[in-house]
């Protein structure tokens, strides 16, 4: 079993989501995917959406193939859509996509995503730096960002240039949840211009900079972590 991660920019402006979008997605992602896969919106960051999915390797190609189809079907922005190649000499910016395999039977994980405005030259340190931190702890990751166009499959290639990046990381133990979140949060702030915001949130910042969102994927259900750090950052202080 795998979780797989596609992000997304659908929007018609650069620092928010259309709810009516959202609302439609939601409620017709369980009706286009197979039955034995678990998929729901995990992260709404800025103006991209994040969909991830919880699902046999056999059924990957088609479930990327039936969630790209739904957001193309409710877009009211291409751009990154269109970003999509048949070849990888054609991929330009465009979708980002994340797989990890399943630390446990439930596919629980953690979803970081990010939207910069102006801050594209600083965000995939920001998600590479993420990544190192699932490995180092021997957690199983998966992230969008690559030097070379990606292929996703069952859809195409999307481009190196691809820029609002997401990083999936996955765990066998609900335990590890707190702490992973934890050192995530404690290392993200080591960089300036980023800011950890809650999922649905434009981008409210002073550009050039970056917002991320981070949630939790256990068994299908999505938890915004940002609520908990709030609340445990409050009472450390």
């Known amino acids: 079993m795998y979780i797989v991660s596609i992000g997304v920019d659908i929007s018609s402006t650069d620092v928010d989501v259309d709810l009516t979008i959202t609302e439609k997605i939601s409620r017709e ?17 800025g103006d991209d959406i994040v ?3 919880f699902t046999p390797e056999e059924l990957i190609e088609g479930v990327n193939r039936s969630v790209v189809n739904l957001l193309r079907k409710h877009a009211k922005g291409f751009k990154d859509l269109n970003g999509i190649s048949d070849n990888p000499e054609g991929a330009k910016e465009g979708i980002s996509y994340a797989v990890a395999k399943a630390g446990s039977p439930y ?12 801050g594209e030259n600083i965000v995939n340190e920001m998600a590479l730096f993420v990544e190192d931190i699932g490995i180092k702890y021997g957690y199983d990751v998966g992230i969008s960002v ?30 590890d949840l707190p702490k992973l979140a934890g050192l995530i949060f404690g290392g993200l702030l080591s960089f300036e211009n980023l800011y950890l915001v809650r999922s649905g949130s434009p981008v409210e910042i002073l550009p050039p900079g970056v917002i991320c ?4 994927f256990l ?3 999505v938890i915004d972590l940002y609520p908990g750090i709030v609340k445990r950052v409050k009472r450390i202080l």
């Open 219 to 221: 068994n299908g259900n």
């Open 146 to 175: 690559s030097e070379n166009p990606k292929k996703i499959p069952g859809v195409g290639y999307t481009g190196k240039e691809t820029d609002d990046p997401v990083v999936v990381i996955t765990f066998e133990d609900l335990q």
């Open 29 to 45: 992602l369980p009706l286009i995917l197979p039955k034995g896969v678990k998929s729901a919106i995990s992260n709404i960051t």
């Open 51 to 53: 969909i991830t999915s």
């Open 213 to 216: 969102t981070m949630s939790a």
């Open 107 to 118: 596919g629980d994980s953690i979803v970081v995503s990010f939207d910069t405005y102006g």
